[in-house]
């Protein structure tokens, strides 16, 4: 009878489906399946895809190969900040480490548009989450892995880093810097 | 214990007097959460308005810790196991299984909530609803957790075990009611999510204690969401439930088909729990193929059976109308509803809120590749504003109104702020919803105290526009907590003061169920239902233009590989 | 009832009418799916060099 008493026919599998809703179902279920193409089909065909590259590695280890990239390319001492940031300048092509830590992004790169480079992701203490102002590009960073992702900037500009993750009572100070020339 | 059968002389129903107190007491623990969890939201809101800015930054992550747990687990939970207990005995007509383990439960539950609550108030447990490692609260925070759980997880036990007993003193003939079988969807999808939940945050317990030298972050992240994620889920088939409980119970509308409804809740038996990896897509680690294969419920199953039911549920009363004679146009049948039934308005604008700000946006940032645009943005809270509040509480909230006679023999006092109580409240949650997912799509994070970046080196500057609604979240946010808050005061006051309703009738022995015979030769036909078709179809224009206009954002980003 | 010609329940009906069963797959699909498989991917991240 309804919804809260049990059915009324004792065999309701075979009661027949009336036909508007069979229409509805048959709808959803092709817009389902198109939704998960989609997904399949960007992974193909589209430019915005994460990698799932990782590596498993130490908070010191991945310090290290930061240090590593900062000291061969630091190219000037931000002037701009209170405090002071190494601005680095790797060139096209190449691996470019940036740490998040309590509570700063480090250090800050200096990229070309339209060249890709391979940016590695890794937090020091808690976990932080990456997220590009104004593009709007947001990814978990976590402690003892180092996340790889091809970048091609595609617009020169001031990017800025917002950590988008809670870590702590200064997570609102957590913001670092891209610069696309 | 004895047990003795309550005939409600209001509603018919029959409450087996152990269980009819437990829900008593599980409904009003879960609305004194509401209460907690009421007071932290308007100290989150008027903290993150920015012309507001009202609390320190430690206190505002402590109210918004405790804002998230009392609300998303304390809360819901509570309610749920009412209705659980409810959707058993009452509507089987028959005895709860092992009321003293009822007991045990609630109390193990509310030792639960409390300890976390102290914990959290402390001062030292400011770590969020998802409480990530590496981030450590005290110990107590996570055993009040765990306590919880253990006693929700009784509950899920008696449930069945009360469904054992209905089938074994044939209590009933045939099937279970829809509304049970959506309960017991529910059921077991809190049965997945509380072990889940003990498989995360024992070790977690252990590691607070100094058992357990380090909890892996990403392994934490994964296995917690099967906890934090499933029992919102929970929530989705308990309110489905309700929405088909309050249809049938203000319409004495007919499920559509049986057959169709119950299949959509067995695909959310199978598939809906898979939704955990939402929270996981813009993480590093976990293949594509996982994350495109869970993030869609296997292939979108269980949108699928939401759909289903975000048409069945309208279909159904829309039939109900037109058999009551309201068959002019598409939407008589509408216009002439009880719209100044609370329990109805509720569980409407729940319902429409839950499709179209929720589904849509959920499904929206569930996709793999578009996620990137609005992880851990305040887009995240928007949507689950949409479904958590819009979709299950106001449906909770709506029950209530229902409940107050039949369960707590009170008569409803205010019945015009009740009138009124959905639109206010409901509408403003709309709003909420809309501009912090308007907010979100900017940018702006979530759990961030000052999106003006006070003492940072290299401040950002949001757009105005993200600042506009960020101040309108606050001020439709008060709206929707002042609200919430009368509302909380009227079911208190009606309870402490509201005229005692007779008993009815007292008995030892409970009435089994009998039905109708079915009509010969099948029901007659029921109604053709244009008007949902129309609304569906809107749904689904808006469904599919929102999703593509987020791939065509999302196109216009740097590449990534 | 019982002098009624009794029509076979389907099988679909069966299952669905059967709480333990619907319970079994409801643990286990995502237990596979979702966890399992998940916590296999996160353990065979490599090590970085
Ligand atoms: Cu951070």
Known sequence: MSAILPPS???????????????????????????????????????????????????????????????????RTGDEAEKQFPIVKPPAGSDIYLIGRLWDWWPVY????????????????????????PQNINIQVHPNYDHVIKITPNAAGIYS???????????????GRMYVK | MTTTYRICPRSGLQFDTNAEKLMRWHAVAGVLSLLVGGIMALGVILTRWPAVKLLEADVFYMVLTAHGIDMLIFWIIFFEMAVLLFASSTLLRCRMATPKLGWVSFWLMAIGAIMTNVAIFQGESS?????????????????????????ALLTCFIFLGTLVVAKAEKTYEGSIPLVTFGALTACIIAIFTIASGAVILIPTLLWSLGYIREIDSLMYR????????????????AHVAIWYAIAAIVFGAKPMSEKVSRSAYFLYILFLQLASAHHLLSDPGLGSEWKVVNTSYFMYFAVLASMIHGMTVPGAIEQAQRLKGYNKGLFEWLRKAPWGNPAFSSMFLSLIGFGFLGGISGVMMGAE?????????????GHFHATVVIGTTLAFMGLTYFLVPVLFKRELLFPGYAKMFPYLFGLSMYMVALVMMGAGTLGVARRHWDMAFAGSPMAYEWPGAAYLMMGLTGIFGTIACVSGGLWILQIVFSLLFGKKLEEGEMRSTPIPLTLPAPTPGGAA????????????????????LYYFVNWKYLSSLWSMA | MADQQEERIPVMQQVLDNPFLLLFLGITIPTVLYVLWGVMEIANIPVAR
Not at chain 1, 110 to 133: I, N, P, R, V
Not at chain 1, 161 to 175: A, F, L, P, Q
Not at chain 2, 527 to 542: D, K
């Open chain 1, 9 to 75: 026919e004792r065999v309701w599998w075979n009661q027949p489906i009336d036909k508007l809703e069979f229409t509805w179902i048959a709808i959803a279920l092709v817009w389902s399946l198109v939704m998960f193409a989609m997904m399949i089909w960007w992974h193909i065909f589209g430019n915005q895809n994460l990698a799932n590259e990782t590596y498993k590695t130490t908070k010191e280890m991945y310090a290290a190969k930061t240090q590593a990239v900062v000291d061969q390319y630091t190219v």
């Open chain 1, 110 to 133: 200096e990229l070309e548009h339209g060249k890709t480079y391979k940016l590695h992701l890794s937090a020091m203490d808690y976990m932080h989450g990456f997220s590009l102002q």
């Open chain 1, 161 to 175: 880093i917002v950590c988008n993750e809670y870590c702590g009572i200064g997570h609102h100070t957590m913001v």
């Open chain 2, 127 to 151: 770590v969020m609803f998802t409480s990530y490692v590496p981030m450590q609260a005290k110990w107590h925070f996570y055993l009040g957790l765990i306590l919880f759980a253990v006693g």
């Open chain 2, 222 to 237: 994964t296995v917690w969401w099967a906890l934090g994620h499933s029992s919102q889920q929970i929530n989705v088939s």
């Open chain 2, 369 to 381: 590749q578009l996620n990137m645009l609005i992880h851990n943005t305040i887009y995240v809270p």
């Open chain 2, 525 to 544: 036909h029921p109604p053709a239902t244009p008007g949902t078709m129309v609304l569906a179809l809107i749904f689904l224009t808006s469904f599919i």
